[in-house]
C-alpha cells in the first residue's frame, strides 16, 4: 500500500512540475514546512500559546508566499509601468499552478490542526491530500477529514470497475461541457471584452451572457472531471458546482458555485469574524469584508476587488430582504408562487451577469465601459467591433444579412441557457453511484435522467468521447487555471 501511495504522490509532483519545474520546488517546500507546522502544533497542544505561535508563522508564511505571487509581483510590475518604481526587479510575475487552492488547503489544515479537528496522519497521506493531481490545478479545495482517510484506507489503492465506470463516465461529460459547449461561447465572449466601451447594447448583452455560459460549462466541465478522475482512483471528492445558474438568490448561488470555496471562507473568514453573532450591523459588514476577500483570492486587480464588494453588498441585501421583505402568502396560487420564483431569479441572474462584467474584463474602466454599453450609454457600434454571431445581430439590426444568422445566434445563446436550467447535473445523474460527497441540493430541471451500467449508456459515451478528442484544440484553456 506504501508503494502505491508514493507512486501516486510521485505522478501528481511529475503533472504539476511538468509545466514548470521551478515551481515544483515551490509546491514540495510548501507541503514539507505545512506539514512540519502541523506536527509542531499537534505536539505542543497542551501549550496553548505556542501552538498559537506556530500556527501564527504558518499563516503568515502561506499568505506571505501567495501574495508574493499573486499580488506584490503585479503590483511591482504596474508601478514600474507607471514610473512610480525603481530599482532591481522583484522576480517573474508568472503565477504558479494552484497556488492559491493549495495554500488555502493547507491553511485550513493548520487551523482546524489548532483547533483539534485534525490529527496529522503519515506523511504520504499528506502528500497525497495536497497534490493530488485532479484538484491541485484547479481544485476543489479538499478538506483534510474528507480526503485524508481515504487515502489511509487499503482499499483505495485496489481496481474496482464501478469506480472506473462512473468515473470515466463522469470525465467524458465534463470534458464534452468543456470543448462541446464552453469554448463555442469564448470567441463571442472574447471579441466583446476586447473593446468594450464602443459596443451597441445588444452586443454588449449578448457578450457578458456568451461570457457567463462560457464561465458556467468551463468551471462545471473541469470540477466533473476533477470529480471523475479521482474517482476512478477510488477517491470522492466533495462537489464544486450544483447547478448555480438554477438560483432565485445571491445566497443560494453561492452555496453552488465554486462550493468549496464558500464553504472555506464560509468557515475560517466569515465565522473568525464573528458570523451572525455579534448583531446586524456587524453580520453585513463580515459579510462585504468575506467577499471581498474572495474578491480578492481571485486576483490582484481593482476589477475583482469591486467584484467581490459587488457580492458583498449583494448578499447583504439578500440577507436583509430575508429578515424584512415581504413574505409570499400561504395561500398563493400556483401561478403567483411561479411568478415569484421568475423574477427572483431573473433578478439573481442579471445581478450575477453584472458581477463577471468586473470579472472577465482586463481593468475596472474595461468594466464600467461595458456596464454603460449594457444599458444603452456606451459610444455605439463600431464598424468592424465584432465578429461571428455577435456581428450577425448587429448586422441585423442595422444592415440586411440572411434573417437565419439572427436566428441561430439567439438560438446558441438559448440552447446554452436551456441545458443550464433545464438539464440534471452531474451530482443528479450519477445520484444512485455517490459522485461525491456533497449531496445535491438544486431541483432536477424540466429534463431529469440518471446514469446506470449498459451497452446504451456505454455506446453514447463512447461516441461523445470520440467527439471530445475531436474539438479538443491546444488553444483550450481552463479558466480557472488563471486563479
Known amino acids: 500500500m506504501n508503494a502505491a501511495k508514493f507512486w501516486l504522490a510521485a505522478m501528481s509532483l511529475l503533472f504539476y512540475g511538468w509545466w514548470n519545474p521551478h515551481y515544483l520546488l515551490l509546491l514540495v517546500g510548501s507541503i514539507l514546512f505545512n506539514y512540519l507546522c502541523g506536527y509542531l502544533i499537534l505536539m505542543n497542544q497542551d501549550h496553548p500559546r505556542r501552538a498559537s505561535a ?8 502561506n499568505l506571505g508566499a501567495l501574495i508574493y505571487y499573486k499580488y506584490l509581483l503585479n503590483l511591482t510590475e504596474w508601478l514600474k509601468g507607471m514610473d512610480r518604481l525603481h530599482g532591481p526587479a522583484w522576480g517573474t510575475a508568472i503565477l504558479p499552478l494552484g497556488i492559491s487552492f493549495f495554500t488555502f488547503t493547507q491553511i485550513a489544515f493548520l487551523v482546524d490542526t489548532k483547533r483539534g479537528k485534525a490529527r496529522e496522519r503519515g506523511f504520504l497521506e499528506y502528500v497525497l491530500f495536497v497534490n493530488f493531481f485532479p484538484h491541485l490545478i484547479a481544485g476543489p479545495i479538499v478538506h483534510h477529514r474528507e480526503i485524508m482517510p481515504q487515502f489511509a484506507k487499503k482499499e483505495t489503492y485496489g481496481f474496482r470497475w464501478e469506480s472506473i465506470s462512473v468515473g470515466l463516465s463522469i470525465f467524458i461529460l465534463g470534458l464534452a461541457k468543456k470543448v462541446l459547449i464552453a469554448d463555442q461561447f469564448a470567441p463571442i465572449a472574447n471579441d466583446v471584452f476586447k473593446h468594450t466601451a464602443d459596443k451597441h447594447v445588444l452586443e454588449a448583452w449578448v457578450g457578458i451572457i456568451a461570457y457567463s455560459l462560457q464561465l458556467y460549462f468551463d468551471f462545471a466541465g473541469y470540477s466533473e472531471m476533477a470529480l471523475g478522475l479521482a474517482r476512478m482512483f477510488n477517491i470522492k471528492f466533495p462537489a464544486n458546482f450544483d447547478s448555480p445558474y438554477k438560483s432565485k438568490s445571491i445566497i443560494d448561488f453561492w452555496q453552488r458555485w465554486h462550493i468549496s470555496l464558500s464553504m472555506w471562507i464560509r468557515e475560517y473568514i466569515y465565522f473568525t469574524l464573528g458570523g451572525n453573532r455579534l ?197 483550450s484553456e481552463f479558466l480557472y487555471f488563471r486563479f
Open 54 to 61: 506556530i500556527l501564527t508563522v504558518g499563516v503568515v508564511a
Open 279 to 475: 448583531g446586524l450591523p456587524r453580520q453585513f459588514l463580515n459579510l462585504v469584508i468575506t467577499m471581498f476577500i474572495c474578491g480578492l483570492w481571485h486576483g490582484s486587480g481593482l476589477q475583482f476587488i469591486i467584484f467581490g464588494l459587488l457580492h458583498g453588498f449583494y448578499t447583504a441585501i439578500n440577507h436583509a430582504w430575508r429578515l424584512f421583505g415581504p413574505k409570499l402568502s400561504k395561500d398563493a396560487s400556483r401561478f403567483v408562487i411561479w411568478m415569484d420564483g421568475v423574477w427572483k431569479w431573473a433578478l439573481t441572474y442579471v445581478a450575477v451577469l453584472v458581477g463577471w462584467v468586473f470579472f472577465r474584463a482586463k481593468t475596472a474602466g474595461d468594466a464600467w465601459g461595458l456596464i454603460l454599453s449594457m444599458v444603452g450609454k456606451g459610444t455605439g457600434d463600431s464598424p468592424g467591433g465584432s465578429t461571428g454571431v455577435v456581428e450577425s445581430i448587429l448586422n441585423y439590426l442595422g444592415l440586411a444579412v440572411p434573417f437565419w444568422n439572427y436566428t441561430n445566434a439567439l438560438m446558441t445563446l438559448g440552447l446554452g441557457l436551456a441545458i443550464a436550467l433545464a438539464f440534471p447535473n452531474i451530482l443528479q445523474i450519477f445520484e444512485e453511484h455517490d459522485a461525491s460527497l456533497t449531496p445535491t441540493h438544486s431541483s432536477r430541471g424540466w429534463i431529469s435522467f440518471r446514469w446506470h451500467p449498459g451497452l446504451l449508456w456505454g455506446f453514447l459515451l463512447a461516441v461523445l468521447a470520440l467527439v471530445d478528442l475531436l474539438m479538443v484544440t491546444g488553444n
